[in-house]
């Protein structure tokens, strides 16, 4: 290949990502959940934060490139299965820490494993049709089994009730995109 021919597929990439993405001044503007795309709107009307889920819907950009409701609710449980593997990481962590108390390590552990399953509940796949809001209440009872091992165990970790609200915080966009995909399918 000559370099007259990658010259010119190295341009025509660079004219498709220049008018197919948006401008930083068009993003900074999304970022108002008052002008957030229709079908961002669409997807978060139903969550219990519809800022929080705005903001978190936009800071994909796959999200914005969405064709349709569908994409934006793939896009929205892949993000909060990112979150739930975090949050599992974090407990993982903290079981494997060398500072931490031998007494509270299978707690951790057992909270890690929790959060792990509850990724696997933030796929389309996973979710059927009209029982997909069930299907990603399994995710939160997962969370609250944890947090009801923590408190039986008297795990007492400052951390904790942060990365576990910030989860139900995510929780609540997988749940809005639930809700939606049932809507569509009805």
Known sequence: ????????????????LLL???????ARGLKSPAKCPKLLSQVCKTSQNYAFCVRVLMSNPLTLLAPNTKGVVVNALDIVRKESMKTSKF?????NGKG???????????????????????????L???FATM?????LDDARSCETKLS?????IKSIPAAIKNWKNFYAVANAAALT????QN
């Open 128 to 130: 059927e049709g009209d």
């Open 20 to 26: 197919h993405f948006p401008s930083q001044t068009e």
């Open 91 to 95: 407990f993982d962590g903290l079981a």
């Open 1 to 16: 290949m000559g370099s007259s021919n990658r010259t010119l597929i190295l341009a025509t990439i660079f004219l498709y």
């Open 152 to 156: 039986m165990d008297e795990v007492n």
């Open 135 to 139: 299907d990603v209440n399994y995710a």
């Open 181 to 184: 995909l049932e809507n569509l």
């Open 100 to 126: 931490t108390v031998p007494a509270f390590k299978p707690a951790l552990k057992e909270c890690a494993s929790d959060f792990k399953k509850a990724s696997g509940l933030m796929n389309l796949k996973v």
